[in-house]
């Protein structure tokens, strides 16, 4: 009986995520195995063999992987202990709260000005470098773009993990803080026992919507540095638009297949090891 | 729960039904998608045809020219064209490299879009059209718009730049070098003074084709680029030094845009187009045309699109009817019996010059479509001839070596994409 | 627990750090289009000589808030039928979803495009709410929440003989109100920020949020687009404020007593 007033309940996201999320990515699918416009042709793999010996989609897959090694974990911990910080501001927290998300909200044409005014050839950085006797180059189209691009994630989505950590972490019921304090545990210890296992499964999605915001800085990734910018930057973002611009959808639809393939892979994967470790553990 | 359930099958009854709803599309429509400059000349296209074909109906949509419009126009008429629906018939241009600056194109890259199956092939119709049997198009540079044998795109319009002086005044070389030795020997400082601006503004075309997208490979050499350029710039300092009243006689220019004075003039003047660095003398391709693989009359779309070539509206309406197709406003035609009329509305030249002009466009080898990269190169070019500021030795070979590394790696990114 | 000053050091200047594009855009506000200094041309365009801007901010402020509230609403039902009740295909439909999430728009665009044409949902803004209100984060967000509620609060619930709507809305969103709050808030925030949508989707200029005017770097109207900017701040702050005391609160206190 339960079961079936599960469904009912679930109905409309079910309904809504089919409808708009999952009918297009079958349409997707068909597009990544077929080639042609108007008459489309069955053609198998070919499409994704070509695709893996594609030298500009392995250096964007590359740098996308390095570029999300780098940039998630800095932003994951650091919002971590930072909403763990905020949390004993109270009011102050609030307001702090909300001054790290702002970044978000602030167009992108202001941000990128933004990013010109500092590291471009006229920018504040190089102005100092000018003072400390060094030259200035105009950063963004050099290989300092990576960095350029990660401070940009970093500012943009550190107060958005900031907020998803925080809400866990008031939810988590205040006696058993109260409790380890009378016991006489120490800070850390009380992070190691009590927050971190409850966070870890917050911690898991948060790290799913890293990866969905590394795709988020499509825009500034071109507003930067064009569209075929420095090989260190060149990114899946810049494949795709490319291939977008070039009205090449096969591309993209293999594209965004092969990613889905393999983020199903590893989170399956991720999924197997920690119930083996689970269950490792209940032995 | 009853309502959830119910609620539940009238949402999926209406995905479906909405699904299997027929398309009604008039029997004859063709979509055309054009660049606005063209209005005029396409207009009056699509009026002929519809004139000529009655129950047919030729809708034209133009591309805006503001940037940020222009821009999402583009994104959703990509999305169009890619969801099959959206043209027939393409009429596009690409950039020439100017100081305005580079104007994003529908197509980022036009072989690149050959490749990913837009057009469709037009070899089956062009083998039926007598046209390309008898007529008078320059077949090299339909070389462009090839892909594996087969032809996708046509050239419409082309540009290139050529040197004009007086009749007796030859430039003998074969490739460019031999060209900078030659005007610039000393004892012909009018003909040093009109060339020597016009070859270093046509820097991106010192080395075309720059790639070769069927074997995948860049034939451009940054090391070239950069030892001419610095070269040119020494030159060009030279010759800066003294005024000989050269540029009223002798000048390197676009096609497009010859200078005043060098129309209207008695005498016979020569006309030649300037080689690249490798003997090569290769046109821009300014304007060019497709049809849709999606297209649903390709057809209808392959002979609209070749009113533009064949001289049927003129031989129908007339020379003086307005709209008529030479290269439009910045290309010089892509077949001979066009040149006639377009050097009467351009330009004022008498008869043996007239002669000389058609045979530099003979002498063609073939066409390239100009993209960003080229846009890039000249702005690196003009930063580098007409600088705004002092610039050490030392930093002029940087930027140099700079300019061509990156287009280099430009164009071997875009190749390898 | 009192915090110590020196607490406050680090977020501190982090946040200060953070706000300086903000400022650098209040200072551009302020900035005149033709000759430089300061100048209130840029507030007296937007709040009074032309109202486009005004009335385009209060229809994408009515637009998110549909979104928000409606990605929010299908997101606990959704959301509390994975956590609660386990019907078959659950833990398949939530991994399905939350790898759904990390697809880039750009992606899924002519799809949905496609299938937008054929339900004839094109050109209204009905084809860019649609899509937004049931996003799979909705779902994987609250089913995450609705698990830290422990288990004896829903039988008990069941054992009272509530029913499963009243169920939902009368315990689990009280109990994990931060969470619905924060769904609410990023979904706005999602869909304030949609550019490709509009531009696709959309036909012409008149029908965009300001969203996609504001993507682009317009230097003529520096000005105007600051002031939008500073504007479009103004939602989120007041979200943010208004629901403070719901953010900081943990579960209900009845829930242990």
């Given at each position: 009986m339960k079961k079936k007033k599960g469904i009912v309940l679930a109905a409309p996201a079910i309904l809504g995520f089919l409808a708009f999320y999952f009918i297009p990515f079958l349409i997707m699918g068909w597009y990544s195995v077929s080639f042609g416009m108007g008459k489309r042709e069955f053609v198998g793999v070919q499409n994704f063999t070509e695709l893996f010996q594609n030298r500009m989609f392995l250096l964007a897959l590359k740098n996308t992987l390095q570029f999300t090694g780098i940039a998630v974990p800095v932003v994951l911990f650091g919002a971590l202990g930072l909403s763990i910080c905020l949390q004993r501001l109270a009011r102050g927290g609030q307001v702090m709260r909300l001054a790290l998300f702002y970044p978000l909200l602030i167009p992108i044409g202001a941000a990128v000005l933004g990013v010109q005014a500092l590291w471009?050839?006229?920018?504040l950085v190089n102005w100092f470098l000018a003072r400390l006797g060094q030259r200035g180059e105009d950063w963004i189209h050099t290989s300092a773009a990576f960095w350029i691009l990660c401070i940009l994630y970093w500012w943009k989505f550190l107060g958005y993990h900031i907020l998803l950590f925080f809400v866990r972490i008031q939810m988590i019921p205040r006696p058993y803080y109260e409790y380890a304090r009378l016991s006489g545990a120490a800070n850390g210890t009380i992070f190691r026992k009590i927050t971190w296992p409850l966070i870890f499964p917050t911690f898991l999605f948060n790290l799913l919507l890293a990866l969905m915001n590394v795709f988020k800085c499509y825009r500034e990734a071109f507003l930067l540095?064009?569209?075929?910018?420095?090989s260190s930057v060149y990114l899946l973002q810049h494949f795709m638009n490319n291939s977008f611009q070039n009205l090449n959808y096969q591309k993209m639809s293999t594209v965004s297949v092969s990613m889905l393939a393999v983020i199903l892979a590893t989170a399956l994967a991720g999924y197997c090891a920690w119930k083996f470790s689970a269950s490792k553990r209940n032995d | 729960m009853k309502r959830w359930l119910l609620l539940g099958i009238i949402f999926v009854s209406v995905i479906c039904s909405a699904g299997c709803e027929e398309r009604t599309q008039k029997k004859e429509e063709l979509t055309v998608v054009a660049e606005l400059e063209y209005e005029v000349e396409v207009k009056a296209a699509a009026a002929y045809y519809q004139e000529k074909n009655p129950g047919a109906f030729v809708n034209v949509e133009f591309l805006p020219k503001e940037e940020t419009t222009r821009r999402n126009v583009l994104q959703k008429k990509r999305t169009d064209i890619m969801s099959?629906?959206?043209?027939?018939?393409f009429f596009l241009s690409c950039n020439i490299e100017i100081a305005e600056g580079y104007e994003e194109p529908l197509l980022e890259n036009v072989n690149k879009s050959i490749e990913s199956g837009i057009f469709t092939s037009l070899d089956y119709y062009m083998d039926q059209d007598d046209y390309w049997k008898s007529g008078s198009y320059h077949k090299k540079l339909l070389e462009a718009g090839q892909m594996k044998g087969r032809q996708y795109v046509i050239p419409l319009a082309c540009n290139y730049f050529v040197y004009v002086g007086p009749?007796?005044?030859v430039i003998e070389g074969k490739t460019l070098w031999d060209w900078m030795d030659e005007t610039g020997t000393s004892g012909r400082k009018e003909l040093t003074e009109g060339t020597v601006f016009g070859l270093g503004i046509m820097n991106a075309r010192w080395q075309q084709p720059a790639v070769n997208y069927e074997e995948k490979e860049v034939l451009f050499d940054p090391d070239k680029w950069s030892k001419f350029m610095l070269e040119y710039l020494a030159y060009w300092q030279r010759s800066h030094e003294e005024e000989a009243g050269g540029a009223d006689v002798y000048a390197v220019a676009n096609i497009c845009t010859l200078p005043d004075q060098l129309t209207g003039q008695e005498t016979k003047a020569n006309c030649q187009i300037v080689p690249d660095l490798n003997g090569n003398k290769m046109a821009a391709v300014s304007t060019y045309g497709a049809v849709a693989?999606?297209?649903?009359?390709k057809e209808a779309a392959y002979d609209f699109l070749m009113l533009f070539l064949n001289g049927e509206i003129e031989k129908e309406k007339g020379a003086s009817y307005a709209g008529l197709w030479y290269g439009g406003t910045r290309g010089a035609p892509v077949e001979e019996n066009a040149w006639e009329s377009f050097m009467d509305i351009h330009y004022i030249l008498n008869e043996a010059t007239r002669e000389n002009v058609v045979n530099s466009f003979r002498e063609l080898d073939g066409a390239y479509f100009p993209g960003e990269t080229e846009q890039k190169l000249y702005d690196a070019g003009d930063e580098l001839i007409l600088p705004g500021r002092e610039m050490s030795g030392e930093e002029i070979q940087e930027l140099v070596h700079k300019a061509a590394d990156r287009a280099k790696e430009q164009y071997s990114m875009i190749v390898r994409e | 627990m009192r915090a110590k000053k020196r607490e406050y050091l680090l977020p501190g200047i982090l946040s200060a750090a953070v706000l300086v594009p903000v400022f650098y855009m209040a200072a551009c506000s302020f900035a005149g289009d033709e000759s430089p200094g300061f100048s209130l041309m840029g507030y007296y365009t937007v709040l009074f000589s032309e109202p486009g801007y005004l009335l385009r901010f209060w229809r994408s402020l009515a637009m998110c808030g549909v979104i928000a509230a409606g990605q929010s609403l299908t997101g606990c039902m959704g959301g509390a039928a994975i956590a609660k009740y386990r019907f078959a295909g659950s833990k398949v439909l939530a991994i399905c979803m939350a790898v759904f999430m990390i697809l880039p728009v750009q992606a899924t665009l002519l799809p949905n495009y496609i299938f937008l044409d054929r339900l004839h949902l094109?050109?209204?803004?009905w084809a860019l709410i649609l899509p937004g209100i049931f996003a799979p984060f909705g779902t994987v967000w609250m089913a995450f929440a609705f698990r830290a509620i422990p288990g004896e609060v829903s039988e008990a619930a069941e054992m009272d003989g509530a029913g499963m709507l009243s169920h939902v809305f009368h315990i689990l969103i009280p109990a994990a109100r931060p969470a619905v709050i924060t769904l609410f808030v990023l979904s706005f925030v999602e869909s304030w920020n949609m550019v490709e949508q509009p531009v696709t989707f959309l036909k012409g200029v008149r029908q965009y949020p300001m969203s996609v005017f504001l993507a682009s770097i317009d230097i003529d109207r520096l000005s105007v687009q600051a002031v939008c900017g500073i504007l479009c701040l103004a939602p989120v702050t007041f979200l943010f404020f208004y629901y403070q005391q719901e953010l900081l609160d943990g579960i209900g206190e009845s829930i242990w007593s």
């Open positions: 471009g050839q006229d920018g540095g064009g569209n075929y910018p420095d | 099959g629906k959206g043209a027939d018939v009749e007796d005044s693989m999606a297209s649903e009359n | 094109l050109n209204s803004w």
